[in-house]
């Protein structure tokens, strides 16, 4: 937790081992409010979709609160009433949080993840702390911050069993799942497709009319890039996600359109090689695993059989490179 060397003349913040009893105190009040604030935002991301877990945050944002108040009263108790202005951010070497529209976008598990995060950051900090403190006072009020803190740790897994049984755990990871694949895996393999897929025929058609590498390349790379741009844009306009609940607009345009680019790229990167024919072979090894990645995300993710899903894509890429390859050849 902390560092051989401090920044502090630089950065203008207190070192950790240099608060007083009172400033310790003041950061930890001001920590244990930023933390009741951010399970709050927490909550009121997940009510709607997740309301089990949203209770949860609910719960420990009351306790977070809690913890304040009792805080405040052994503040004013021995320093009185006018608290420093002392956050995390103005001491260095101290944990600090992510910013909470940072995470609540990233999903369910994301969250859940960094609420673990907040509490085992927040007791190994003050149990180091503790442990290097030399003033008994100090000492003793780190190391019951520090227990504060497990206690908050355990205290989120009573909260967990008591609102996530087992059907409701199931039924927000289904859920969960579902707008990962609705908004990332779905986009993301339609415009793989469409990379893999639709540039196979100009890119070999090139290949086989020219013999020249170089040329095929700057086909290939126009394709994708064009391609790649027409999809994530038609993704991210044709639908805001608020009637579908397919997600936000931009990350499936970024999905697809991203995608799409490294579908066309695949095969068009190979003929870098000066070499036509080393280059073709690559080419064609790389459209063989392009396809078969295709066949495997159809089939984990979107539980399309696999011989169904084998026949689409596998019969359906080799029926449009054999067309280029035919084109370009006469």
């Not at 997940?46 to 009351?62: N, V």
């Not at 013999?211 to 394709?223: C, D, I, K, Y």
């Not at 392009?290 to 979107?302: H, P």
């Amino acid at each position: 937790m902390f560092k051989g060397f401090s920044l502090d003349t630089f950065s203008n913040k207190k070192r950790f081992e240099t608060l007083s009893e009172e400033e310790v105190l003041a950061v930890a009040i001001s920590s244990e409010e930023e933390d009741s604030r951010i399970y709050g935002a927490y909550a009121a991301k997940l009510r709607a979709e997740y309301p089990a877990s949203a209770a949860i945050f609910d719960e420990m944002a009351t306790e977070e609160d809690g913890h304040r108040k009792a805080l405040i009263d052994m503040y004013q108790r021995h320093f009185g009433s006018v608290i420093p202005p002392l956050s995390r951010e103005h001491v260095s070497n101290f944990y600090t949080r992510r910013p909470v529209w940072l995470v609540e976008n990233l999903g369910l598990d994301r969250i859940r993840q960094e609420v673990e995060d907040m509490e085992r950051e927040a007791r190994e900090f003050y149990a180091a702390a503790a442990a290097r403190a030399t003033n008994t006072e100090i000492r003793k009020l780190l190391g019951d911050l520090a227990r504060a803190e497990a206690v908050h740790e355990a205290t989120a897994v009573r909260l967990e069993e008591r609102y996530l049984g087992t059907v409701e755990r199931k039924q927000e990871d289904a859920a969960a799942r579902r707008q990962f694949i609705l908004t990332w895996v779905q986009p993301g393999l339609a415009g793989l497709m469409d990379g893999s897929v639709s540039t196979l025929a100009p890119i070999f058609a090139t290949a086989f009319a020219t013999h020249n590498p170089w040329t095929t390349f700057l086909v290939g790379l126009s394709a994708s890039v064009g391609a790649g741009i027409s999809m994530g844009f038609t993704e991210a306009v044709h639908d805001d996600g608020k009637i579908s609940g397919r997600g936000s607009p931009w990350k499936r345009g970024i999905a697809s359109g991203v995608m799409t680019t490294l579908g066309g790229l695949g095969h068009a990167l190979p003929y870098l090689i000066p070499d036509f024919w080393t280059a073709t072979v690559i080419a064609l090894i790389v459209v063989f695993i392009e396809l078969w990645v295709i066949v495997w995300i159809q089939n984990r993710y979107m539980e399309t059989p696999f011989l169904r899903a084998t026949l689409q894509v596998v019969l359906g890429g080799a029926l449009v490179l054999a067309a280029g390859i035919l084109i370009g050849g006469a």
